[in-house]
């Protein structure tokens, strides 16, 4: 049996990650802060396997890898993705100091086999052409510089303190427990209930792929035998412009969009 920790998984990628491990055999453990509110998440799993602990917290976090002996760490807690979230303060607090505080507790545990960063494609910037893993990053939002740091620190910890650790650039992500806010589950939403949604730039191309997909993917990557400190992105390789989801849309459902 795998032990396996998610840190974030009250997010909507840590809470698809969790819910799916939830249905295998191995030990899953969820780390999560105090008032993370848990509404994505299977109330199947056992409250005892829901760790609440501040990352930020160097002691804390320390003792709880040490009583949870994670075999396999899945780093999905992170901060700024969201519009509402502007604290910069609280970007560089949890995506580098919590980043390099679970990575320093980590390499005083000996029996890790991966730890799994998950970035963003934010890392790369505005780019014209399909973006590819030897391609440098140029992030142009500060959620995104500050996830490019997060994924220097992991490979840090991958080349000098040779941590097993795997990252990847997740682009474009819709379905299962999405929120508002988010392109598909807005423009779903106005669809529905005949709402107007507004829309900046019809002519943004997105790199869309589904919850699932990236699940597969996560899951897959942690089981990779690669060099460690390896970058994967994980998209489909296809651009769509908003106009042209937006037409895919109304022609699945056969309705009509207030833009």
Not at 58 to 72: A, G, H, R, S, T
Not at 121 to 138: I, V
């Amino acid at each position: 049996m795998t032990s396996i920790l998610i840190t974030g998984a009250g997010g909507f990628i840590g809470a698809n990650l969790a819910n799916k491990l939830s249905q295998s055999k191995n030990d899953v453990t969820l780390l999560v802060r105090k008032k993370t509110d848990l509404w994505r998440v299977n109330h199947e799993i056992s409250k005892s396997k829901i760790k609440y602990v501040d990352i930020l917290n160097k002691k804390d976090l320390f003792n709880k890898i040490k009583e949870i002996k994670p075999d396999v760490v899945y780093h999905s807690a992170t901060y700024g993705i969201h519009p509402s979230q502007k604290d910069y303060e609280n970007a560089i607090r949890t995506n580098l100091i919590g980043t390099n505080n679970l990575l320093e507790s980590l390499s005083r545990y000996n029996d890790l086999q991966k730890f799994v960063n998950i970035g963003t494609a934010f890392e790369y910037g505005s780019k014209k052409e399909p973006l590819k893993e030897t391609d440098m990053p140029n992030p142009r939002t500060f959620y995104g510089i500050t996830k490019n740091a997060q994924t220097n620190i992991s490979q840090y910890f991958a080349s000098e303190k040779n941590l097993p650790t795997i990252s990847f650039r997740i682009f474009s992500t819709y379905g299962r427990y999405d929120e508002p806010g988010r392109l598909i589950s807005d423009l779903m939403y106005s669809m529905i209930n005949k709402t107007k949604v507004n829309i900046t730039s019809k002519n943004t191309v997105r790199d869309l792929i589904y919850i699932d997909d990236v699940i597969d993917a996560l899951l897959l990557g942690s089981r990779k035998k690669s060099p460690v400190g390896e970058i994967f992105n994980i998209g489909t390789g296809k651009g769509y412009s908003l106009k042209q989801i937006v037409e895919i849309l109304q022609d699945i459902t056969n309705e009509k969009l207030n833009i």
